[in-house]
């Protein structure tokens, strides 16, 4: 009995607690009904959530209206910017032809390099105070844009005023500066193009130099050509020491003009921006054989006289200003070297054979020489003739050795002018083209680019 009230005395508290934990389901259903209200109270947050999602989707909005501006800028940037490079994109080759008195030629010229592959709007002409048609001429053929007129000033640095006045450093990559009476040959520019390169391995680029048909000096002038630099400029470029860029075929790479002085008072321009590229060192030359360009040369003894007596004076006043062959460039080997020879020769022929013949009696000697060399001489014109197919060549053979040694005497009147009396140090008159320009044939541009 006392068991049994104590049970029944317990017993609803059992029964509770079972009623309470008999329903597990109704304990979950409990959390779940728990839990309601938790999603309940997220249901108010998700109807907070939307003026969120305004403020959002303002916000979001705002974004990307400024990230669509931001492209937009970008876009009208890169637009701007792709204008530009396609303005200042700078062009592979232009050509600059300095002109004094051209009348007879520069038509000729200009047309022979448009055949050779040069455009119209990258041919420029600076003419340095021409009296004649020169300036007419151009205009005819490229227009207005295409020329520069200036005062006398020479050629050097009437090349520097066009350079800056068609702005070609900034336009262009390389400028072929040629002289104005130059036919160029088929695919000349062609040529040029297909070798230089865009790297700064190379500062200048020259072609191979050749004269037109022409009269009995043209002749000589196509023998001493051919040879000289089928045998001299070739070794000259390996070595890395050719000694001139002649006039009409040189080519600059336009980042290295602000470091040549176009103001210097020489005779001969081309010699001395020549010493200048080895001294600075400003880089490599490139020799293209291929690209043959033509020009004219003296009709008569005189004319020839004064082209070569400029040359000369011009060589000895570089050497003096640039203390050639004090120094172990190649430069100064080179042309130490052919300066050795040339003395050399004349020591022979002056002075040691005459001195053989007085102390022995052998008359002998002297004929026997002179066979010896005359020899050699018929070996390098029959190269020559065969190289350049002028048959024309072998007929100067009669007349070569007067043409040497006449050119020789200028040689040394030329150096005792300038190194021994100091003449000529520093001047400067320009160039001078009257007896060297002539109405060209059709028999003298058989070798060129047809025009």
Known sequence: MRIFRRFKRHAPIILERSSIKTPRSDIVTSRAVITAPRASITVPRTTITPSRTQFNSRKTINLTTNRNIIVEKAVKKVTKTTKTQKVTRRKKLALLLPAHNEELIISATIASAIRAGMKKEDIFVVDDNSDDNTRKLVIAALGKKNILSVERSGKAKAIFSAIGHFEIEKRYLWVHVSDADSIFGEDYFRIYRKELSNSKEYAVAIGFIQSMRGNWIAHYRAFCYTYAQHLTRRWQSWFGMISVFPGPLTSFRTDIIKDLDFNSKVLAEDLDLTY????????????????????????????????????????????????????????????????????????????????????????????????????????????????????????????????????????????????????????????????????????????????
């Open 276 to 451: 200048q590229v080895h001294r600075k060192k400003l880089g490599k030359v490139h020799f293209i054989t291929r690209a043959v360009n033509y020009t004219q040369d003296p009709q008569t003894l005189r004319d020839f006289s004064k082209q070569t007596m400029r040359w000369q004076r011009g060589f000895f006043q570089c050497a003096m200003k640039y203390k050639v062959g004090l120094k172990l460039h190649p430069l100064d080997i080179g042309i130490a070297y052919s300066m050795i020879q040339v003395f050399l020769y004349l020591f022979e022929i002056l002075i040691f054979i005459p001195f053989i013949i007085y102390t022995t009696g052998r008359w002998v000697v002297l004929p026997t020489l002179i066979l010896g060399d005359f020899m050699a001489v018929i070996v390098l014109a029959i190269f020559s003739t065969i190289v350049i197919k002028r048959w024309t060549i072998i007929a100067s053979l009669p007349y070569f050795y007067f043409l040497r040694w006449f050119e020789l005497c200028l040689f040394i009147a030329a150096f005792v002018e300038v190194v021994v009396f100091r003449k000529f140090l520093a001047q400067t008159e320009g160039w001078a083209t009257e007896g060297r320009r002539y109405a060209i044939s059709t028999s003298a541009l058989k070798d060129t680019a047809k025009i």
